[in-house]
Every structure is written in structure tokens, then in C-alpha cells.
């Protein structure tokens, strides 16, 4: 077994036969009760980490595993037989979102439920547990952890959870707001042109703020579009993971290029009023397989 402590690795061999050689951690080959003994084992770690947590008593030191990932099997499954929080296994993994499993990876399992943070190469998710790390109530553990041949370090928050941003993100269903403030003159939907005079349908949201004002990306991905036309004046989309793409509207600045690879909330151009604009606001779009979604529900809030 391979316990991880404080930044150093600890080997003790009670499982040599469940140990690979590509990893230093005993893997686990079944979650199907009575068919693999490491499996027990783990179970029995995971027991006594939620034991002690419940009496406050101190924590054992963090065991890792393994498991080969099987056809069919998601996230919120192994998170169920495992007795962890998804969350746990995500930011362990570094996953994305729920839906980024794929068969024969192999996922590592820890003997602790937590948040882990990792130090290098963060990814959203990381970045919006930093941001609130103040308000974590859990004693950081800083760990080294192998995987394949590279050490990785980590912060880790024994028993923490995700927030409810953090969570709706990563399930999917929520974006960055993408300016710093706003007032919302134009809802998703119906309504009365306000150049024709004439009911038309408005694909997404307009967003006053003043001219110059910081347009951030809503959401980690790629600029599939930078350009101007007579409707959105100059305006950028940008293509993100699971079929979703976002479109900003009537800038005054552009400032990225395409096929760039931008972040969530960095600066990607400035609030203006050109093409078809009665002042100065963002027209924001939400798509989904190029269908246009309502933003409000899938924003942190309504402006």
C-alpha cells in the first residue's frame, strides 16, 4: 500500500501482488463485493476516515489507489461505490466535468474525502476553490502524488466539498458572468424589435454597461469566430466542450485572435455599440449544438 504524507511518499508493501508496475499504488481490479481484497481494504480506510471525522478525532495519513475505469461506468457511479464525494475524485483526477471519464483510464482513488487543489497546470475548478480558499475550514495538507512518472503536488482539504457555483459549473450547467457588472434591458426570448417595431425572436441577452467596460470569457475554450457584420457589429464566439459555444456582441475592442485558446474569465475584448445597437451594451449568447439556450439559468446569478 502507499500511503501519501505531507509531500513524501511512504511504500509499505502489504499488497504486493495488487501493486503494477505502472504505479506505485495497489490497484483495485473490482468493486463488486467479495471479488478483490484490496478493495476491501480501501473500504475499510474510507470507513475509519469518516469515523474520525464524525468523533474529531486526527486523520491517518492518505492512502492512494487505482482503478482501470470500465465500460459504462461514470463518475457519479464510482463515486457511489466508492463511498466518496465526486468532487473528491474530480479534483483528485483533475476531470473537467462529470462526463469526462472514458473506459481503460485509470482513475486514482483516495482513503479521504476532500477537495485536492493542484499547484501546477490548475484547472477551472482549481481556480474557483483558490479563489474562496479562506473560507475553507479544513487544514490544508500539502502532498506530492505520483502520476505515471511525473510527481504532482497538491493542497489538500480533508472532508471539503464543493461550493454550489463550483458544482453547477462542473456539472455543466453554469458559465462565468462575462462582465464585471451590468444591468439587464434585453431578456432571451420574444420581443419587440426595437429597430422594425416588429415581435422578433432575441437569441440571447443584452447586457448595458459602459463603453470599454471588460468582456470576460464565459467559460474555458477556443475562438472559433472573430469578425464583424452588419447585425452583432464586431463580436467573437467561442467554442467550448460538451457542444456548448458562447457569442459576445457589439464590442468596441476585440482582443483576442482566432483559434486562441482563452480562459475562463479572462479579458477577451470591451463593451461598445456597434452594428445594430441602440447604446452601449454586450449582446451575450449561449449555444448549445448551435441552438441558442436562455444564459440567465446557467449564470451564477441574474444581473
Known sequence: MTKVCTGVFVFLLLFASSLFADSPYPRITSWRPGVDPTFRQFQDLVDQFYLAKAQDKPLDDLTLFTYRVQ?????????????????????????????SLTPGEDLLV?????????????????????????????PMIPLTIQKGTVPVRFQFYPGERFSPLERAFFLGILF????????LTSSFGMRINP????????AGIDLAAPTGTAVYAARDGDVSYVGTNVLLGHHIVVSH?????????????????????????????????TGMSTGPHLHFEIRKQGVPENPVPLLPGQP
Not at 176 to 183: G, I, T
Not at 195 to 202: C, D, E, L, V
Open 71 to 99: 465500460k459504462g461506468e461514470s463518475l457519479l457511479l464510482l463515486a457511489s461505490v466508492f463511498n466518496l464525494p465526486y468532487e473528491t475524485l474530480a479534483t483528485l483526477n483533475g476531470l473537467p466535468n462529470a462526463q
Open 110 to 138: 483516495p482513503s479521504q474525502a476532500g477537495l485536492f487543489l493542484a499547484l501546477k497546470q490548475p484547472t477551472e475548478i482549481d481556480r474557483m476553490i483558490d479563489a474562496r480558499e479562506a473560507q475553507l475550514t479544513s
Open 176 to 183: 462565468r458572468f462575462p462582465l464585471p457588472r451590468a444591468v
Open 195 to 202: 429597430f422594425s417595431g416588429h415581435p422578433a425572436f432575441h
Open 241 to 273: 466542450g460538451g457542444g456548448y459555444e458562447t457569442v459576445y456582441g457589439h464590442l468596441s475592442r476585440i482582443l483576442v485572435s482566432l483559434h486562441q485558446h482563452v480562459l475562463s474569465g479572462m479579458i477577451i475584448g470591451r463593451v461598445g455599440s
